[in-house]
């Protein structure tokens, strides 16, 4: 090699140093990102019914403490649902999030909570808009996040309105009232349905990761899917009778049958769909079945607010349901879309098993709650899925 040449070649290699200490030197100068957690999907992790702190039987005033949107003095009281829900309460956007939803009361640590869930969101929605409540694709919300934010957990909720959940209450609610058992009607209606709820979610997930990898890169954040809580209990486990007054009363008017049907089969059938999908799409599995056992609706370990207990209401999280009821003429408070959502309690319960599960930054986990205790003392317990066989 020549003198000349030599001379050439290092200064195209003394360039090329050059060039990638100044892109070096650019990137260190570029300011992170802020940390945000996200959470996506339906009304389960949106923050539906966080305005409720407990059910009881009253119409008038905070419904003995337990309506959060309600605040009252000497001039009497005021009830605006937009002090739990803020914007997503109006005429156009139902999506409620709520003030305590799962992503806000995980307080995880230097990160900002962002919720894109919307109420009544099915896979389609999250990925293609909701067109019933005039809300934007989710996928595009969580473009413009990763814009702002480094994202470190996300996690989805979804797949309950695919299966018509809602219809399923509503329809089982109307057999209670009218003689018939809506089990026999469902089970076949959501057994046909399971394959193209896995091939939904699925297809939901792999758009999410596509979204957060083409931003800030594969192995950067934490996937949590997680599945539903049973808002009721087995029969054995209600404190009313199947002969009442569940409706009048208690808010939870099904038979016997159909809660077995729902706490023993539907629940765990939607929970072990999930699961399948989580370990094909490789991200995290949170199992939340068994999250409100004896603190749902009208369940044995837990209670209403009374008006001969006043003095102690609006009960504490280590008493009161953890559910919000079914709304009907009988309780005509907020909005029928809240029936058997996690309530205040409920969400800060999943709040603290989202806080946990990203604690433990690998794994598959179920979540439960602790007897007698409030929601900030739930607990995991590892779980096998199909990677571990």
């Not at 003995?64 to 156009?92: I, K, M």
């Not at 005039?134 to 309105?161: F, M």
Request: net charge neutral; hydrophobic share 35%; glycine share 10%.
């Amino acid at each position: 090699m020549s003198g000349a040449t030599r001379s050439r070649v290092l200064a195209a290699v003394i360039a090329i140093g050059a060039a990638a200490l100044t892109a070096t030197e650019a990137r260190a100068a570029t300011p992170a990102l802020p940390a945000a957690v996200v959470s996506l999907g339906d009304s389960y992790i949106s923050g539906e019914a966080g305005r409720w702190r407990g059910n009881a039987l009253e119409n008038s005033g905070d419904k003995w403490g337990t309506d959060l949107a309600t605040t009252c003095d000497a001039n009497g009281c005021t009830t605006d649902p937009q002090r739990v829900y803020g914007d997503t309460h109006t005429s156009t956007n139902m999506c409620h999030r709520s003030t305590s939803a799962e992503i806000i009361s995980a307080a995880i640590p230097d990160a900002t909570p962002v919720n894109l869930a919307c109420s009544g969101a099915t896979t389609l929605d999250v990925r293609n808009g909701d067109a019933a409540r005039n809300q934007p694709n989710q996928l595009d919300l969580l473009r413009a996040t990763v814009r702002e934010h480094h994202v470190k957990l996300v996690v989805l909720s979804v797949g309950g309105n695919d299966l018509g959940f809602g219809d399923i209450i509503a329809d089982c609610v109307k057999g209670y009232l009218t003689g018939y058992k809506c089990a026999p009607t469902w089970d076949p209606k959501v057994a046909a349905k399971l394959d193209q709820l896995r091939l939904d979610v699925g297809a939901t997930v792999k758009a999410i990761k596509e979204v957060l990898n083409a931003a800030q890169g594969t192995g950067t954040y934490q996937f949590v899917l997680q599945s539903y809580p049973a808002p009721m209990p087995a029969a054995r486990n209600f404190r009313i009778p199947e002969e009442g007054p569940r409706f009048s009363v208690g808010g939870c008017p099904v038979w016997d049958s159909d809660a077995n049907w729902a706490r023993q089969q539907l629940v765990p059938t939607i929970a072990e769909q999930l699961k399948k999908v989580a370990a094909a799409r490789s991200v995290r599995f949170l199992d939340l079945q068994g999250a409100y056992d004896g603190r749902g609706v009208c369940a044995t370990d837990s209670q209403q607010a009374q008006k001969e207990n006043s003095a102690s209401n609006p009960l504490p999280g280590t008493t009161a349901e953890w559910v919000r009821w079914v709304v009907s003429g009988y309780t005509p408070q907020g909005d029928r879309q809240e029936s058997m959502h996690p309530n205040f309690y409920g969400q800060r319960a999943l709040g603290t098993c989202l806080r946990l599960m990203h604690e433990k930054a690998t794994g598959d986990f179920g979540c439960h709650n602790t007897r007698g205790a409030g929601p900030g003392r739930m607990t995991l317990s590892p779980i096998a899925t199909t990677r571990d066989l």
